[in-house]
């Protein structure tokens, strides 16, 4: 079974400053890789995905991410905060054929202090 | 492309009635998923179409619960004797699945029905 954990359930960053959440992943082989974006009461939209060609990707409002194999790791990254950037991320993993269900962390609450 | 839309937005119940969910996919997906979302968690899969048939279902989905797909467009999801475990989000995703040989596995989220359960 594939699953991911989300390292802090909490981060505060000032507005300018780099933000950083943290995404490891379990499955037996190679998975896709997502991150998804939640502002309050509302769904959750896409904001990058891995599919196995380039390990950087980039999405977004700035955000990027990289796999690393080797870690099992999924980080999330944006060089400058901004105040929209609060709300809740999300990573996920799905597996390459068949059914494509996503399986999410528990999320990160990301706020932006001025 | 007027993305996926979910009816009602809000819908509080008091406990032991009868509720329905409606989700309308973005046009043309061929794949419809839903999952639940309890506070302070991420979304768990509960269950999902490929087309008109019902290809997988969580065991989260108890015989209360049952969902359909009729003619592969909207989908409905109803819960029956509903309980205050039952309060959470309920949130449908699409995505275009298997198409003239391509495969689309990027799934598009609705805004969600947030169930209370009195």
């Known amino acids: 079974a594939q699953s991911v954990t989300q390292l802090g359930s909490h981060v505060s960053v000032s507005e300018g400053a780099l933000v950083l959440l943290r995404c490891n992943y379990s499955?037996?082989?190679?998975?896709?890789l997502f991150w998804y974006v939640q502002y309050p009461n509302q769904g959750l939209q896409l904001l990058l995905k891995y599919t196995s060609a380039a390990t950087l990707v980039k999405g977004i409002n700035g955000f990027e991410a990289e796999f690393k194999k080797s870690e099992t790791s999924f980080h999330l990254t944006k060089p400058s905060a901004h105040m929209s950037d609060a709300a809740e991320y999300f990573c996920?993993?799905?597996?390459?054929?068949?059914?494509?269900?996503?399986?999410f962390g528990a999320g990160t609450t990301v706020t932006v202090r001025a | 492309d007027t993305g996926v839309s979910q009816d009602p937005r809000h819908k509080i119940t008091k406990r032991g009635q009868n509720v329905t969910f409606r989700c309308d996919p973005i046009?043309?997906?061929?794949?419809l998923y839903w999952y639940r979302q309890t506070l302070g968690q991420g979304p768990e899969f509960l269950t999902y179409?490929?087309?008109?048939?019902?290809?997988?279902k969580s065991r989260l989905l108890s015989d209360r619960f049952s969902a359909e797909r009729p003619k592969g467009s909207f989908s409905t999801l109803e819960i029956q004797r509903t309980e205050q475990g039952d309060s959470a989000m309920y949130l449908c995703?699409?995505?275009?699945?298997?198409?003239?040989?391509?495969?689309?596995?990027?799934?598009?989220f609705g805004p969600g029905t947030r169930l209370t359960v009195l």
């Open positions: 996920a993993v799905s597996n390459t054929v068949g059914d494509y269900k996503l399986s």
């Open positions: 499955s037996s082989v190679p998975p896709y």
């Open positions: 179409f490929q087309n008109e048939a019902q290809l997988e």
């Open positions: 046009s043309e997906h061929n794949r």
């Open positions: 995703a699409s995505s275009s699945g298997t198409s003239g040989g391509h495969v689309s596995y990027t799934q598009y």
